[in-house]
């Protein structure tokens, strides 16, 4: 069971957003679940666990340093496919799909979304 109830990536262009997240996301099985309330959009499996917003004090959205959001992938084929389909949705590369050293079997890609946050995807599976 993980430990967030969900998470938040500001946004200064919820389309762009949108369009990013709904290619890069896919491959994982994470999907676009709707409009949350009238600040952004939702993403997750059955409910929103990741919500790209419009900051509520209307002041630009600005990238965390350091900051990193993880998905899960059931395969390294995903990890690939996240990376790839993000890249092509207006993503930049923040680490191509390989091998990470922190943990066992850990395999996984980075992008920095239109707006520059950071987010990855790791599959911790055997090589496939």
């Known amino acids: 069971m993980g430990i967030f109830t969900h998470v938040c990536l ?3 262009d919820i389309a762009r957003a949108e369009a990013f997240y709904d290619a890069a996301l896919a491959p994982l099985g994470i999907k676009n679940v709707g409009q949350f309330l009238d ?3 939702g993403y997750g499996r059955k409910v929103a666990e990741l919500l ?6 209307g ?12 998905f899960k992938a059931p395969i390294r084929d995903a990890v690939r496919a996240f990376h790839a389909a993000g890249l092509a949705a ?6 191509a799909p390989g091998p990470r050293g922190a ?24 090589p496939d």
């Open 10 to 12: 500001g946004s200064n």
């Open 103 to 126: 943990v066992e079997h850990a395999f996984g890609a980075y992008l920095f979304d239109p707006d520059g946050n950071k987010i990855c995807a790791y599959c911790f599976s055997a």
């Open 39 to 41: 600040q952004g959009i």
């Open 59 to 70: 002041a630009q959205a600005r990238a965390a340093n350091g900051g990193t959001v993880s």
């Open 90 to 95: 207006g993503g930049a590369d923040a680490g």
């Open 52 to 57: 790209i917003l419009r900051p509520l004090d």
